[in-house]
């Protein structure tokens, strides 16, 4: 019993000592903004690496979490007894609210935010990251700034695409498996549709990128010990950006859509 | 008190609850050929990387041309380590990048110079370093000797003071390692740089250096010409030099 305490304080100071570091390099990004135009090839070159090449992973991901958001739709619609014409309402704010901006959140985090902390990880144990700070290249500007800032803006555009493939796949499922019509569905989803969900989705997207470009950065940069630091620090950032993604997503949802 | 040009004094660093360095004192003049020798792990690599404050010290003071380095803002610190050049110990290349970017890396970053003067310089320290036909290649395509070499010729690049050598030769068959050697030799003469040169190697350290400091324990054990070195009674050094297994050193 003891024993566990001390771990499991061990882990909390540990926990503690990594959201003070986070939080340090948060600023240092924040202070190396004001060199943003001195590094624009190096930020475009990371929005096609992380964002544009992240497309086809997400867009797979969103047909089938659409597919299967309308066929367990139908399915608890038809156990209650409520009417199919309310399915096209039911996964249209499922998928823009919560599905779209999370799963590709997670999905973005286990894809760019380990490759990152894999990369710069690599990086420091090599010493590629002391090499340039020893000709006098400030690190957070050459490595960090591009992939948080592409990672902040390109999770938001990927979710765009995400919710539009999602409502896609649920349209086609609802007409081949469930037997609904399609304008039935859209008639659904285009009552229920409100902008200020859409915007809402993609500002958390925005939360969402912005913690795993910090988190995969941060991890990637205190990697120690070779290969296996390495995979450390990488299992660590994809555990700690998914966390982060998930409590700030219930944050978002208390702030966001009040009870009352 | 006259301060020499690199000035360590009371040099502490411990790494978790493993103390490495207790209390290392040196001074390095301007122009000279150093070479810090001592047992793997010993704190040789961590010395070269707090004079260029890569590492912070958690007791003591480096001072680089009368400049306290912790006293350093990051502007005044980046414009002094300008004037370092450091070869890694496993050459720190970009692996993204070709030689041509490697090498001129820091000059593009530094906005002071054009694309053609940075292909002219790139061209002209790839020379000085023997590797002319290798400008587009990356890295991994690359041998460990050539590795090195581009290392060199990315640290000579804007022309530094002081360059820093951290265990030039090791993994190098002697052929290569006595190429390294000669190229250090040269560069110290032809760029009149203050050379620091950490290595094991003790063939190497005996051909490039002026001085030979041996770390010992976290501390400066011994600090003489190579010739006091060769005849030295210390039998710790001793020990070190002629490669026994048995002697004073615990290992």
């Known amino acids: 019993m003891a024993n566990s305490l001390q771990e499991l304080g061990h882990y909390g100071i540990k926990f503690v000592g990594k959201l003070g570091g986070i939080t340090m390099l948060t600023i240092k990004f924040i202070l190396s903004l004001k060199e943003i135009f001195r590094s624009s090839r190096l930020i475009f070159e990371q929005l096609y690496l992380i964002g544009v090449k992240s497309l086809p992973l997400i867009v797979i991901i969103s047909i089938f979490v659409g597919a299967v958001s309308a066929w367990q739709a139908a ?45 710069l990880g690599t990086m420091r144990v090599t010493e590629q990251i002391d090499a340039l700070e020893s000709m006098g290249i400030n690190p957070v500007r050459y490595l960090v700034m591009p992939r948080v800032l592409a990672s902040l803006f390109m999770v938001p555009f990927l979710v765009i695409f995400a919710d539009f493939v999602a409502i896609v796949g649920a349209l086609l499922i609802s007409i081949v498996g469930v037997d609904v019509s399609s304008s039935l569905f859209l008639d659904g989803f285009r ?70 | 008190m006259d301060l020499s040009f690199i000035e360590i004094e009371n040099l502490h660093k411990s790494f978790d ?174 760029l009149k740089v203050t050379s620091i040169v950490v290595t094991h190697d003790m063939k190497s350290a005996f051909k490039v250096a002026q001085r030979i400091v041996m770390l010992y324990d976290g501390k400066v054990e011994i600090n003489g010409t190579p010739e006091e070195i060769k005849t030295t009674d210390n039998q710790i050094v001793r020990q070190f030099i002629e490669g026994r297994a048995k002697g004073p050193i615990k290992v």
Request: glycine content about 10%; some cysteine; overall charge neutral.
């Open chain 1, 75 to 119: 399915y608890q619609f038809k156990f209650i007894g409520a009417p199919l014409r309310f399915l096209g309402n039911a996964v249209g704010k499922a998928v823009v609210i919560e599905l779209a901006p999370v799963l590709s959140a997670i999905a973005f985090a286990g894809r760019v935010g380990a490759g990152v902390t894999a990369e």
């Open chain 2, 17 to 190: 609850s493993q103390q490495v360095l207790k209390g290392v004192n040196l001074g390095i003049d301007k122009g000279e050929s150093i070479v810090i020798i001592g047992q793997s792990g010993c704190g040789k690599s961590v010395l070269l990387k707090h004079l260029i404050r890569l590492l912070e010290p958690d007791e003591g003071r480096i001072v680089v041309d009368r400049n306290d380095l912790s006293q350093l803002k990051d502007k005044e610190l980046i414009h002094l380590r300008q004037r370092f050049g450091m070869l890694f110990q496993s050459a720190a290349l970009f692996d993204s990048l070709t030689v041509e970017e490697n090498v001129g890396l820091g000059l593009r970053e530094s906005r002071l110079f054009t694309d053609k003067e940075i292909k002219k310089i790139v061209n002209e320290k790839l020379e000085m370093v023997g590797l002319t036909d290798a400008n587009q290649k990356k890295p991994a395509q690359l041998s460990g000797g050539m590795r090195k070499r581009v290392g060199l010729a990315r640290a000579i690049a804007n022309n530094p003071e002081v360059l820093l050598y951290d265990e030039p030769t090791t993994g190098l068959d002697p052929i290569i390692a006595d190429i390294i050697d000669e190229l250090i030799l040269n560069l110290h003469q032809k």
């Open chain 1, 191 to 260: 009552n229920s549709f409100k902008l200020s969900d859409f915007i809402n989705g993609l500002i958390k997207a925005g939360v969402f990128g912005f913690i795993i470009g910090i988190v995969g950065c941060y991890e990637g940069f205190h990697a120690k010990g070779g290969a296996q630091g390495v995979g450390e620090a990488t299992t660590t950032s994809v555990v700690i950006s998914t966390v982060l993604i998930l409590i700030f997503n219930f944050i978002f949802a208390l702030i966001l859509f009040r009870l009352q």
